[in-house]
Structures are given as structure tokens and as C-alpha cells.
RNA sequence: GGAGGGGUGUCCGAGAGGUCGAAGGUGACAGACUCGAAAUCUGUUGUGGGGCAACUCACCCAGGGUUCGAAUCCCUGCCCCUCCGCCA
């Protein structure tokens, strides 16, 4: 959510930082209802207070047939108030509809553009693999090594839905565990884990609601939300709280399943592992002094890469443009893994700083002095990473002529010492 | 799922239709005393909105209702605790 007096003050430059992202958002009627507010405001708070004097009047007087007027004239009063406060929530509801649909204005160091076609290469790691055959996908791999099973998995859920098997499944769990292992004891994440399914009010602190509703799961009876990432419960972690300055930065790593109806990307990706309705990730949130998301941003896409390079697969990093950002976030840094199967890069962490966005939609706030008024901290997460499309990396940058898949080395001793997963025969 | 008991300020805890934004204690901060500290004493100490300001409005889990007036009464929901059932 956007500050209401920023937007008010600076209308225009709001507009034209918003139309970056690619779609006009006209601020017209932000400015009428804002308006219409703050005058049945003072009209019922007049009122109010003229109640409160009288009523504290009566309360004084022994003998209430003596002021029967004043109470009559009270509740004609009393009535007033409500019709005004009726007409007032009504005015609330269609104002806070529009904040909250209002996405985040981008960082100025955003490049500006239209596409992901505008992002801009920041730096790349890495050599990509040479290989003396032509490389297979990564489902082709998975399957003819039994470790990956797409059909079985549509039979007992449906499309965009994976089986892992053996080493498969130990390698998933293995990443999960080296993630994990590497962002708490090297970079200094409290590690958590959080419930997978989620109320209203946390999904609309991080920006999932009110505009995204149809990329979520929903549950039928209580109604409740399946996480699209952890970037949701963590970051609600400390909704509604005021923070230790001192405390600051918080930093949660936490790995969980992430749920997503992929709703309006019907054929792209239809196989393989790249896009499922059900995955798994290992997120890292921080919470931050304003003055230091800048730094902490470039501290968290660090500790992303880290990954990567400890399993020695190539990457890229890309500043994306005004149009490709998220909804909630004002600057993001995506990680693209090589990919040999596919011959691109493809995203394997998305790592933002949403500066005071979600902080204010969750009130999430810090005391810069003992005594002054709470301020919003910054949040900021990525993936760290996400851990199906690692699979996908290492089975295709990993692949061998024969077939069989060595395991990068620092993830040996989370597989038992396995060096190499191999067909096991049927 | 059934039966009870609760949700008040940093925390504990009073309150029970009017003078309550809320007693008392505790914690924190400032000052006095002290060479310094402890103890003691004094003062300050919630959040959000509107207004240039004086000031004003709202908030005692949330949302409705009764009333001139509600933390206090009524209804609904959420959460916590105890017992029974069920269950990993």
C-alpha cells in the first residue's frame, strides 16, 4: 500500500511513476473519495463531539426530566452520526479498494521498460557446460531414470503435478536440507517453518490480495488460502507489531511447499518441472532499517547466487524493468540458471525489495528513538531457491552421454556420498 | 464434535451503564538524593485518524445491536484455557 499522504501531495509524479509499469492507472478517483472522506469525517466527528459534551452534561444532572429536551435533541443527533458513518464506510470501502489495488512505485535505479524484453543483464557466473551430445530436457532424463514420474502423478492429481522416486525424491529433499544448512550457519538466517495454508488478512499483507485471487488454491470450508510462497506467512510473521530497532535486520529462512493455480498460463511449460501447481521453496525474507534495503537487497541476492555457485551451475542476474516487476515489489533482482535441455536461462529466484509496501498493508513498523512514533520497516525476500527448477538445473547441466546424472559435490554428503544417479533397472 | 471458563495499556490486574483512555502494581524513561550505584521520592510513559495549530475523534479481541450515554448489557465471529470424545 502506498502512503495516502504521499499520494495526495505528489498526484502527478504518483501517476507517471505508475504508468512506468505499463498500465495507465488514472488517480481521479482516488482524489474525489479522498475528498468526500475527510469531509463526512469532520462533519461526524463535529457531531461526536458535540455528543460527548452533552452527554457528560446529563451524566451531571440529577434529575434527567430536567434535561429531556437535551436528550431528545441527543438521539436525533445520535441518528445523524450513524447515517453519516454508514455513508462514510461505504466511502472507506471504495477508497481502500483502490489502494489496495494500487501496486508498489518502482525503485528509481528500475530500468524502465515495457517487457521482460527491457530487463537488464547485471552480471553473469559461471561457463556453461560443454557437452559432446545433445542434451536431453530434464524430463526426458528424470523419466528414463525412473526418477521423475509425470503420467502417474496426473493420475493421482491431475496435469502440472510430479511423482519424485527414489534418488529423485532424495535429491529434492537433499537440496532442501544444503539450502537450508548453507543460509543458517553461513548467512545468518533463523530458520522457520510456517503453516502452508493461510488466512486473509496475511495473504492481503504481502500484496497476494485483493487483486490476485485467482492465482491462489483456495479452501473450501474455513477460508483459508494455500501459500503461493513463504514469502506470505513469514512476512506476517510480525504483522501488527513494533519492532526492536535493535532487533533489526530480522532474517527467516524457511522452507515450504508453495501452491499456485498458474490461472491464464495455459500451454507454456506443459511439461516438465518448470511450472507445477505444487513446489517446493526455500525463501528468505529480511526485515530492515529503511535506510539499509538498498544494501540488503544486494545482500540477499547474494546469498541466492551463493547457491548457485556452490552447485556450479551458470547463471545470470537481471535488474528488472518498471513493466516486469511485481505488483508489491519496488525493485527486483531475478536469478536465470542455464539450461542445456531448453538452451536458455530460465529463473530459478526472484529476489525483492518491496520497501515500505507490504510494511504498511501489514503494519509492520519500528521505533527509531525509545519514545518517537513507529515507523515501517522494509521487507524484503527471494528464493533461495526455488527447488524443483534446481532439480531441473542439475539434471540437465549434470547429464552424462550415458544418460546418468552425476550429483554436484557439495550435495554428496546430503545423498549418502552418492556421485551419480544412474537408470536402475525395471 | 460435546460441556464449561476466559480475552482490558509492556506485563499483571481492577472495573461491572455515566465523572474511564481506563484504579493499583510492574516494566521503561527523566529528574531529585548519592562520589557512584541500590533503595527511596517526583514526573513522564499506548495506537491510529482529521487539523497549520489550539484541539478533536476513534480504539478495553473483531463485527453488529440496545441507550441521550457501553470496557461494562444483547447477538455473531475469532482466539486461548479446562474436561469428555476422536485423532497423528
Redesign the pocket.
Known sequence: MLD??YIRDNLDQVEAALATRGSEISLEGFRELDKRR?SL??E???L??L??????E???VKD?STVKDK??E??D??VRI?TLDDEL?VVEEEFAAILMTLPNLPHPTAPIGRSEADNMVVRKWGTLPEMNFEPKSHWDIGESLGILDFERAAKITGARFCLYKGAGARLERALINFMLELHTNEHGYVEVLPPFMVNRASMTGTGQLPKFEEDLFRLAD?DFLLIPTAEVPVTNIHRDE?LKKSDLPICYAAYTPCFRREAGSYGKDTRGLIRQHQFNKVELVRFVHPEKSQAELENLTGHAEKVLQLLELPYRVLNLCTGDIGFSSCKTFDLEVWLPGQGQYREISSCSSFADFQARRASI?Y?EE??S??EFVHTLNGSGLAVGRTVVAILENYQQADGSVVIPSVLRPYMGGLERIEKVPA
Do not use: G
Request: net charge positive; no cysteine; aromatic share 0%.
Open positions: 495516502i499522504k475527510r469525517l469532520t461526524s466527528e463535529n461526536k463531539a455528543k460527548n459534551s452533552v452527554s457528560e446529563i451524566s451531571r434527567k436528550i431528545a441527543m438521539k443527533v445520535s450513524k464506510k474455513p513494533i513498523r521505533r525509545e519514545k512514533k513507529p
